[in-house]
């Protein structure tokens, strides 16, 4: 069992940067990925970014070079950089963690096992 909980959501106008936090609890130690995705209402929730536990990244062709996602191992932190953010960026963010091993760091819901309760993020001048 892992429990994750997100913050660092909020207002912003376009252009600006949020870093959005992910603190990990519980079984950490299984945990060989860790992902942000998103979901705006009326949508599928989609992965914004993953990491793997070597430390390969992948993210989304609409979030790419402008948002970086890292992680303190230490501190079962997991973060998301965003930056030069658009009204399209507009969704609730959820953490999620993945305990499957698999190769490389997937950005599908369906592959993750834990999921924090969202932070919203809300792009609009």
């Known amino acids: 069992q892992v429990q994750l909980q997100e913050s660092g959501g909020g207002s912003v106008q376009p252009g600006g940067s949020l870093r959005l936090s992910c603190v990990a609890s519980?079984?950490?130690?299984?945990?060989?990925?860790m992902g942000w995705f998103r979901q705006s209402p009326g949508k599928e929730r989609e992965g914004v970014a993953a990491?793997?536990?070597?430390?390969?990244?992948r993210y989304a062709d609409s979030v790419k070079g402008r948002f970086t996602i890292s992680q303190d191992n230490a501190k079962n932190m997991v973060y998301l950089q965003m930056n030069s953010l658009k009204p399209e960026d507009t969704a609730m963010y959820y953490c999620a963690a993945g305990v499957r091993g698999v190769v490389g760091p997937p950005l599908t819901k369906a592959m993750y096992d834990y999921w924090g309760l969202g932070t919203q993020v809300t792009v609009s001048s």
């Open positions: 519980g079984n950490t130690y299984s945990s060989y990925y």
């Open positions: 990491m793997y536990s070597g430390g390969r990244t």
